[in-house]
Structures are given as structure tokens and as C-alpha cells.
């Protein structure tokens, strides 16, 4: 560790002191170089297994910028799909209904007019393993609109729901088969360790992972087992939900999307062309395609970050944020529901951590 990066050791130290998570895992890198890549506190606090730059998170809904948009985009890419297509046009059962002529720009950016959530995993958990997917496709398919698509921006789960559907109709492929197959592998990320779906039928190596909530509804401490209850009941595989991961594999990704934008010719599953469409900033959101752009006020990466960045957050305590004008990524990875969900410490805390990175990078 440098010296320049002392203030941001000390911070993390004292969130974990302060409890505002059992343990964590930061990176940041810039330039395409490593500068800062540290673990702390414990992976599991009953068996006081600490934590290890290894350690794999349930990555929660980094999912849906880390699987299911780069699978949109990669079929964007080959022209297999288009960003102003509808619904009814990819999934016919969505015709003649409120949701047929929603496109997949709406589903990305969130403005679909879609709820946020549903407790799908009740009725789901009333359901045969092998029926579940019909009958949460049938829901989806009744779900009615909030609003008309364009009008509001609501986060949405159930969008990206939808998402992982267009993808698994479109290519005939498994969702967690398509991206390990065509985007994982080719980047040279493990598809065991690095990132992956952990099916709820897999054994995992529950020593690799940190551990999440003692569920009440499981009623067992969740450990390499999906975190969200409806990707749960879909069988770990999810177009919003389910994606594991470590800290060193998203950077992988990261850097090598960073590097796309900025002209690279070695990865060619995407064009810079797309990179930049889905990285721009949307009209009368703070969306991008498939990604969140820092909010005018209180933003989960402080106060520096330039307007010109990407991110996204996970329920269990995991983030990444892109300074895409300065080539910087910032990775947290922490398991802040373990024990409990309660915990919410972690929202004032992530603009300071941020600030303090950015302030070792930039000598601000």
C-alpha cells in the first residue's frame, strides 16, 4: 500500500470498527493499473473467517450491468437485436398487451413504466422447481403498467426480469451459459471463481464465499447461495439477480469496457461506437443504458466523480463506480446484510470512501 492511499486504509478500517460491514474488499485502479487492492474484517463473523482479496460476493444486483447488459450488448453488437425493439416483436405473448410496445431502451434505462419489485417468491415457492419459470413469465406477462413508458424513471427489478428473458429467447442459450460463454471466458475470467451464477442445485466451497443474511424467510445463514428471494425461486439464474463474483474479476470486466470506450481494438466483442451508447447519460434520467450516472446530489460516489461516469449498487453491500474521463474504477465489495439487512450504514458511508479515494488519485 502507498502512502498516498493511508486516509483511505484508516476509513476502512474504522467502517469496520463502526460496523458498518463485517468485511470488505476495495480496488481501485487507474490507467488500467491496479493502485489499491486491500480486504478487512471477516467474511463470516460466527466462524471468524476473515476476508481475502479472493473472496467471492453475492454481487446482487450488479447483475444487471455486469450479465445481463453486456449479454445486450453483445447482441447489439452482432445485430441480433436492437435497442428500439418491442417487447411483442421479441416475446410474442406480450402482444395485446399494456407492455407490448415497451422497447429494450425503456427495459435499460428503467423509465419502462414497470413496478420496481414484487414478492413473486411467494406464489414461486407454492410451485414445482421445474414450473417456476412459466409461472413467473405468466406473471410478468399479467404485471399491468404504472405509468406510460417515457413518462418516470423507476428502478426496476421486473425490467430486468424481462431482460434476461429477450436474451435467453433470443440466443436459445441460458443466461448464465450465454455470458460465461461469450463474454467471461474470452476476457479470461474464471467462470467457477470469477464470475458466475450460482445455481441453487450447485455445491459450493462455502470457505471462497462471504457469507450474507441468516434469512428469515430460509430461515439458514446464506452462503454461496443467492442473496435476493425471487432470483432464489428461479433457480439462482436471473436477469436482475444472482451473478457472484470477486473484486479481481470485476475488474477484469471493467477495465476492459473502459478500454473499449476509449479505442482499444483488442476486445472486439463490442464496437466503441456501442460502448458509447450505452454508457451516455439518457434523456431526463440519471440512467445510462443498463447503468447508473452519479445524481446531482447525495451520490453513492461522492462528490468527484466526474459527470462522465458510470456505476451501480448491490443490495448485499456491493459497488463499482467508473471515472470514465479519467480512467478510474473504484470497486466495494462488501457483505453488509450479515448478518441482517437492517444494516443500512453503508449509504452515508459510500460518498466518503469514494471522496477519499478520489482525493488520493487527484491530490484534491
Known sequence: MTNNFEQVDSLMRYAISDKVFPGAVLLVARNDSIVFFE????????????????????????????????????????????????????????????????????????????AAYREYYYKLSKVPPDARRKVLESLLIKEFMLYPTGKKVLYSDLGFMILGWVVETVTGRRLDHYVSDEIYRPLGIDSDKGLFFAGINAKPIIEEFAATEISPWRNILLEGVVHDENAYMMGGIAGHAGLFGSAGSLHILLSSLLSVFHGSPSINMFGKDLLHTFFKQQKGTDKALGFETPSLANSSCGDYFSKRSVGHLGFTGTSFWMDIKRNIIVILLTNRVHPSRENDKIKSFRPKVHNAVMNCLLKL
Open 39 to 114: 480486504a478487512y474484517g471477516y467474511a463470516n463473523i460466527f466462524s471468524r473467517r476473515k476476508m481475502t482479496i479472493d473472496t467471492i460476493f453475492d454481487l446482487a444486483s450488479l447483475t444487471k450491468p455486469l450479465a445481463t447488459t453486456p449479454a445486450v450488448m453483445r447482441l447489439v453488437q452482432q445485430r441480433k437485436l436492437s435497442l428500439e425493439q418491442t417487447l411483442e416483436s421479441i416475446l410474442p405473448c406480450f402482444k395485446k398487451t399494456d407492455k407490448g410496445q415497451i422497447k429494450i431502451k425503456s427495459l435499460l434505462c428503467h423509465n419502462s413504466g414497470l
